[in-house]
């Protein structure tokens, strides 16, 4: 295994797969749907090349991603175009979630990663967005292993938020799993 890390390592390192993800984030690129399939493979990927229990390169893939949605956030004056691309690399990150297994440590701090940016976003609309699409990422592609875990944060995650329903999901914020 240690082989198969560092030829990905020695790999990724003459083409940074990760920057050229973020850099097709922006309008004219990857379309939202393929900018979201591509880092979540590439994660997928960086997790499964990790030993059990570490996720540490995954993590790696991960908090660029963070980084970046940081990044556009911090700017004062948004524009059309950076809101777009902001909107787009959360729904990235949203899309992450399936790509990390159970009990991986990467999970959590990814959730809790993901809670801390829907709860800190300004407008009611984008964060029910947000919560809708987390809930539609969970029914459709978190695996059956992780989808207790992962439904049991997102009730905690939309009650913590303020909202009753999203999208027509209502919460009777006791998960019944």
């Given amino acids: 295994m240690p ?9 990724v390192e003459r083409r940074p797969v990760w920057i050229n993800s973020l850099q097709n984030s922006t ?3 990857l ?6 399939l591509a880092y979540s493979s590439l994660v997928k990927g960086a997790e499964s090349c990790s030993s059990p229990g570490d996720g540490s390169l995954s993590w790696f893939c991960i908090q660029l991603l963070v980084d970046r949605i940081t990044g556009l956030t911090s700017i004062p004056d948004n524009s059309e175009a950076s809101s777009e691309e902001l909107r787009r690399l959360r729904l990235t990150l949203l899309s992450i979630v399936p790509s990390i297994s159970f009990p991986s440590p990467v999970l959590g701090r ?3 990663t993901i809670d801390l940016i829907v709860r800190k976003e300004p407008s009611e609309q984008e964060r029910s967005t947000l919560l809708a699409a987390m809930y539609e990422v969970i029914l459709a592609e978190v695996g059956d292993t992780e989808r207790e875990f992962v439904m049991r944060w997102w009730f905690a995650l939309l009650e913590k938020s303020g909202h009753r329903e999203t999208a027509g999901v209502k919460g009777p914020l006791s998960a019944r799993l």
């Fill in 110 to 112: 990814l959730l809790s």
């Fill in 27 to 29: 309008n004219g690129r």
């Fill in 3 to 11: 082989n198969l890390l560092s030829r990905y390592v020695s790999h």
């Fill in 31 to 36: 379309t939202t749907d393929q900018l979201r």
